[in-house]
């Protein structure tokens, strides 16, 4: 069965635009994506802003990084970094430590309790990433990572 968003979304008129109707089926999509996240996430008790900066600084070990490098990586616009921070070095996920050269810069990298938690998370992740993209074809996620970088880019 073919189901647009406007029937999905059972909405008698037409969208204003197709560009209007190509948006909204990204807001859509991405919500319901966040959703399949937030629920592989949530037996951890791990959110979805707590997961990414687990990410960003697994892919930044062993150096480490300082708030403003992780907030300018997230995947979301993080108003407060710092509050955030402050929670996983309060659950023991991060360090932070401020650097002797400059004591303004504090560097955070992750404990080996969020090495390990991430250990056990992945599987998981990739195969909900598995399971709900699995329906397009190699070439098709190739597109549509094209299609959504092109967007992106008139930023």
């Known amino acids: 069965m073919d189901l647009r968003l406007q029937d999905e979304l059972k909405q008698s008129r ?3 635009s197709i560009e209007q109707e190509a948006t909204l089926n990204v807001v859509r999509t991405g919500a319901m994506l966040t959703d399949m996240i937030e629920s592989v996430l949530k037996p951890y008790g791990l959110s ?3 997961y990414n900066v687990l990410k960003i600084l697994r892919g930044a070990e062993p150096e480490g990084l300082c708030r403003n490098e992780i907030r300018d990586r ?3 616009r993080m108003p407060d970094m710092t509050r955030l921070l402050d929670r996983m070095e309060d659950a023991g996920l991060v360090t932070r430590t401020r650097q002797t050269n400059d004591r303004r810069l504090v560097r955070t990298e992750l ?3 969020a090495t390990e938690l991430l250990d056990k998370i992945e599987p998981n992740m990739l195969e909900e990433h598995r399971e709900r993209l699995g329906g397009l074809s190699r070439d098709d996620l190739r597109r549509l990572i094209e299609l959504l ?4 880019r008139q930023w």
């Open 74 to 76: 997230m995947l979301t």
């Open 14 to 16: 037409p969208f204003a």
């Open 149 to 152: 970088t092109a967007v992106r």
């Open 48 to 50: 979805a802003a707590q």
């Open 111 to 113: 404990t080996e309790r």
